[in-house]
C-alpha cells in the first residue's frame, strides 16, 4: 500500500492541553493512530502514560473517544467493545493503546487470552520499556543492562519480545512498528484495520525522562534503533513473515550502526562497561538470526 | 393477552436465571467457569449455539476478563451479562467496582460459595457482600421463581438506575434445587424489557471524541461523580419497589419490594436474614408462633440499595435477630449493618450456616428460642 504524506488528514488528534512530556515517543505514536484510524476507532486506554496524559477532565488533549480502563483489563474491555459494536451494527474498531508494563506484564493474561480467542481488535503497544508514569521501574520489556529506578545497577533479565509472543499465538497480524518511521507505521495501521480478528503492533516509543537523553533527540534515538539493528521492523500477515524496509537493509551486519551509537545517547546506559555492550551486540545478532530464520520460513 | 400462556416448568436455580437471561436477550455474554455457577453460562452457551438467543458469548481466560468484556459491551451500549462465584468474584474485583464506578448497567449472577482456603464449594455469603461498597446494587433470592424474576428485574432496574446489579442465588441449595417455575411469554417480557438505550451512561462511538475516566482537572468533579453514585442508590429504592409493581401487574406475581416482612405486624420479636435459608427460617417462625411465641421476620430482598427505611422499622420489635452466613473479623455483615441503623431494640447476630455446614429449620427454630432466652452473645457463631 502506498500513500502521500500530502494527502493524510490535516486534522489533529493530540491537541493542547495533553500533559506529555517534551518529546514524548508515544505522543508522536498517538499523532499517527489518529490520522490512520482516527474516524473510524474508539481507544481502550489503561493506566499508563498514555492515560495520564490525555489532558484533564471534563477536557480532553486527545481528539478521538477514549475508555479509560483498569491496568490489566483493556484487551479484554476492547473485546467487549468490539462485540457490541458486532451486535448493535456499529462501524468502527476497538483499538488498545497500552504501554509496555500494562501489555507484557500485568495485562499478559488477557492479551493472551484476547489472540487465542482471536478477538477483533487492534492492540497497540506502545513500547518505552519500563513503568514511565510511576517513575521509570523496569518492566518485562526493559531491556538488559538498562538503568531503572527499580534496577538502580542495571537489569540483569532479558527483554521479554512480546511481538513474537503474539506472533507464536497464530493470530491474524502482528507487526513491529518505530515511531521515527511514521509511515511505516501508518501503513501498518491501515492494513490492521483491513483485517477481521487480533491484530497487535509493536510500537518502539523513547522516552526522554527515562532512558535519560536530551528531549530533541526523540527521532534520532529512535531511528539510531532501526540502523543499530535494535530494533527490527517486521510484519506477521496472516502466516507470512517479512521484513520491512529499512531493517531489510540490516539484515546485513556489515550496513549496521555500531550498536554503541545507540546506547551513548542514553544515561539509562551510561554505566555499560565495554564487556557488556559486547554482549548486548551478541543479544542483538542472536535476535537477527532468529528474525532472518522466521522470515525464511 | 389471554391468548399468552404462561409456562410452568421445573427448573433448577442457576437454569432459571439462564431463562431469565435469555428472554432478557443480551447482547454481550462473557463467562469463565467455576462451581457452582458453570451451568447458568453453560445453558446460554447452548442457546447462543442452537441460536436460540441471539447474542456473542465470549469464553474469556479469567474472571477479571469476564467482567471487563461485559464491562466493555456495556459501556459501548450493549445489554451484558455474566455469573460468576466465590473466587471468580474477588479475582474480578477490581473490574467489579471499575463497572459501578462507570456506571455501566451490567447484570452479573452471584452464585454464592464459600471464600478458601481451605477449597471448598459450599455456600456463604461473603462472596456476594463483598460488592457491598462498590456502587453494586445487591439482591439475594429466596426461590428459583424468585432468582428468576430478580434477573429479569434486574436488566430493567440496572437500566434505569445506570448501576450494574448483581443477583444472588444460594450455591447449590438453589442453584442446584429443582423447584416449579413460571415462565412468562416472551411477548410480555419484551413488554416489560424494551431493547437498552446505547447512548446510557455515554455515546461511545467512532467519531465522538469523548473521553471517560481520565484525571480531573479538579477533585471535586470527582467527589461528586460519587456522591451522584450514592444518591443513585437512595434513587433506586423507588424505582425497585416500581419495576417490581409493573411485574408484578403484569406477571401476576411481585414481591414487597427491598425486603418481604413476615408475620410481623403482631409480632414482639423478629428474626432478619437474606437467602435461600429464608425459607427454612420461615418454617421456625410457624412453628414458634403455634407454641404462642410472638415472632415475625424480615427478609432483606436487598442488601444495595440498603433499606434503611425498612430496616429502621425493626426498632420496635423487643429483640432482633440477624442471621449472617457470613462471617467477618468484626461479626456477622447483616448485624453490623442492621444494627447501624437502631436506636433502642436488642439485637442478635447469629453468624451460621458458614461454610455450607447445614443450617435448617430445626436449627433457626432451636437458636431462636436460645436467644429469646437470653443466652446468647451480641455476636454468636454457631456451628
Known sequence: MSFRLDLLPKKKYVVPGNAACAGCGMMIGLKILGMALGEESVLVIPASCASVVQGLAPKSGVAMPILNVPFASSPAVATGISEAFKMLGVKGHAVVWAGDGGTADIGFAALSGAAERNSNIIYI????????????????????????????????????????LMAMHGVPYVATANIAYPQDFYRKLKRAAEIQGFKFIHLYTPCPPGWRFDPAKTVEVARLAVETGAWILWEYDNGVFKLNPPSTVYADKSKRRPLKDYLKLQGRFAHLTEEEIKALEEEVDAKWNTILKLAKL | MKTLTVQ????????????????????????YPITPQTTIVEKLAEFVEKGELNASFVNVESEFSAMSVVYGAAMAGARAFTATSSHGLLYMYEAVWWTALSRAPV???????TIGPPWNIHVEHNDILALRDSGWIIAMAETVQEAFDLTLQAFKIAETVVLPMAVGVDGFILSHATEPVEIPPQELVDKFLPPRRPDVPLALRPGNAITFGNLPSDNRIHARHKAAIYQAHQEAKAVITQVDREYGKMFGRGYQGLVEWYKASDAKYIAVCTGAWCSDAKDAVDALRERGVPIGLMRLRFIRPFPREEVEKLDQYDLVVVYDRDITPAGGILGIEVKSALRRAKVVNIIAGIAGVDFDNRNFYETLQRALEGKYRDVEVVI
Open chain 1, 125 to 164: 503497544m506502545y513500547d518505552n520499556e519500563a513503568y514511565m508514569n510511576t517513575g521509570i521501574q523496569r518492566s518485562g520489556s526493559t531491556p538488559r543492562t538498562a538503568w531503572t529506578t527499580t534496577t538502580p545497577t542495571g537489569k540483569r533479565e532479558r527483554k521479554k519480545d512480546v511481538a513474537l
Open chain 2, 8 to 31: 410452568r416448568t421445573a427448573l433448577t436455580g442457576n437454569y432459571a436465571v439462564a431463562y431469565a437471561v435469555k428472554m432478557a436477550k443480551p447482547h454481550v455474554i462473557a463467562a
Open chain 2, 107 to 113: 447484570v452479573m449472577a452471584v452464585v454464592t460459595r
